[in-house]
T-cell receptor, first 115, second 116 residues
Framework: QKEVEQNSGPLSVPEGAIASLNCTYSDRGSQSFFWYRQYSGKSPELIMFIYSNGDKEDGRFTAQLNKASQYVSLLIRDSQPSDSATYLCAVNWDAGGTSYGKLTFGQGTILTVHP | GAVVSQHPSRVICKSGTSVKIECRSLDFQATTMFWYRQFPKKSLMLMATSNEGSKATYEQGVEKDKFLINHASLTLSTLTVTSAHPEDSSFYIC????????????FGPGTRLTVL
């Protein structure tokens, strides 16, 4: 059973702080990793993806991947109240193979940014 | 770019009726689309993978005769919930893979189904 684990939270941070969201996965064969943001009652929206070990930055967001530790994280700098949402980690086990790009999602971490 | 639409956004129906949900990729061709359902405060559960021109692949425990999926073109996939019952009430979300060989999925806005 391939699993993706996230701390469900809620994670509460003050406005302007760095929010750190973590995700672990069970299969070392995992190829690609995604972070989605989901507001209540809405569908997920892609924040960023990462394929290689190390950091990837996009604006206030930084994804960090450590395949040896089977760990991927998302840092949100200068957190804003509008960042309050559920953050979903997703893992693809078979990039471009027979899985057709299926993703397995973690249960999501609820982030609350308070003014 | 990579916009996915769904219709309808919300539907209320009587028990025993069938409901069709459309998923369209508006500005790209999607060889693969995915259908998920999400219960309140739960994560997304993949129901099936839909490939253009071929039969959908259903996840374990998903009844293919109840959830009919058709992917007739590179921009349209439909999910029909047949003989819907109250336990089918959920948030149904489709996603599309933009480019063959890419893993990135873009999600539609979702359809909230309520079966009375």
């Amino acid at each position: 059973q391939k699993e993706v684990e996230q701390n469900s939270g809620p994670l509460s941070v003050p406005e302007g702080a760095i929010a750190s969201l973590n995700c672990t996965y069970s299969d070392r064969g995992s190829q690609s990793f995604f972070w989605y943001r989901q507001y209540s009652g809405k569908s997920p929206e892609l924040i960023m993806f990462i394929y290689s070990n190390g950091d990837k930055e996009d604006g206030r967001f930084t994804a960090q991947l450590n395949k040896a530790s089977q760990y991927v994280s998302l840092l949100i700098r200068d957190s804003q109240p509008s960042d309050s949402a559920t953050y979903l980690c997703a893992v693809n086990w078979d990039a471009g193979g027979t899985s057709y790009g299926k993703l397995t999602f973690g249960q999501g971490t609820i982030l609350t940014v308070h003014p | 770019g990579a916009v996915v639409s769904q219709h309808p956004s919300r539907v209320i129906c009587k028990s025993g009726t069938s409901v069709k949900i459309e998923c369209r990729s508006l500005d790209f061709q999607a060889t693969t689309m995915f259908w998920y359902r999400q219960f309140p405060k739960k994560s997304l559960m993949l129901m099936a993978t839909s490939n253009e021109g071929s039969k959908a692949t259903y996840e374990q425990g998903v009844e293919k005769d109840k959830f009919l999926i058709n992917h007739a073109s590179l921009t349209l996939s439909t999910l029909t919930v047949t003989s819907a019952h109250p336990e089918d009430s959920s948030f149904y979300i489709c996603s599309a893979r933009a480019i063959a060989g890419s893993d990135t999925q873009y999600f539609g806005p979702g359809t909230r189904l309520t079966v009375l």
